[in-house]
Structure formats: C-alpha cells, structure tokens
Nanobody, 122 residues
Framework: QVQLVESGGGSVQAGGSLRLSCAESGSTYSTYCMAWFRQAPGKEREGVAAIDRFGSTTYVDPVKGRFTISKDNAKNILYLEMNSLKPEDTAMYYC????????????????WGQGTQVTVSS
C-alpha cells in the first residue's frame, strides 16, 4: 500500500516562497506519475502540477512560471517549489500518486496524502 506524507506548508506574505515535500513509502514510486493538487475552502480540488517517471511535467496555467514540481528518486520524495506566491494560492495542498498518465486530472490518481496548508497573505 502506498503512503504519502506531505510537509512544508505554512503562512507567507504575497511574493514569498515555500517548498512542499511529499515522502512516499511503498513499492510503486518509480512506476506511477505523481502530482500536487490543492483545494481552497468552498472550491473543488484542482490539479496544480504533475510529473512522470521520466521527469516530464505539466502545470495548470495559473502557476506556470511560478511553481516547479520535481522528485528525488533516491529518496522517494516529491517536491513543489512555489515562488511569487499570491493570496489566491491559499489552499490545502495534497500529494497524489498512482496515475499511469501524465495528467492533473483528479480521477486518475489512486493514492492521496492528508494535505498541508498553505496560506498567503496580502
């Protein structure tokens, strides 16, 4: 069974930066695509960025040029580097794994972490 544990969330002022981490345990890290999602209060969970086992990436338009997804295969850790943060980036951020496709579509992912809160103040 794949387990995902996020960390690195916090409170930051607009224009600041945060780096989220997601530690994966289980035997499928190198097989599946992994992704970051976020959910703001009263809104649907949306895909933010995804990465496949070859290192190819995809991003949702509002974060392009500001966020970078990466992974450390030796440590089984997924990262999301977030720069130039905006108040609209405030949300609970979730790590996900288990998709066979490089996608930020929620339905493709089988495994989910518990989330880490990111709050950006203006």
């Amino acid at each position: 069974q794949v387990q995902l544990v996020e960390s690195g969330g916090g409170s930051v002022q607009a224009g600041g930066s945060l780096r989220l981490s997601c530690a994966e345990s289980g035997s499928t890290y190198s097989t599946y695509c992994m992704a970051w999602f976020r959910q703001a209060p009263g809104k649907e969970r949306e895909g933010v960025a995804a990465i496949d086992r070859f290192g190819s990436t995809t991003y949702v338009d509002p974060v392009k040029g500001r966020f970078t997804i990466s992974k450390d295969n030796a440590k089984n850790i997924l990262y999301l580097e977030m720069n130039s943060l905006k108040p609209e980036d405030t949300a609970m951020y979730y790590c996900a794994a288990g998709s066979f496709f490089l996608t930020i579509g929620r339905s493709e992912y089988k495994y989910w972490g518990q989330g880490t809160q990111v709050t950006v103040s203006s």
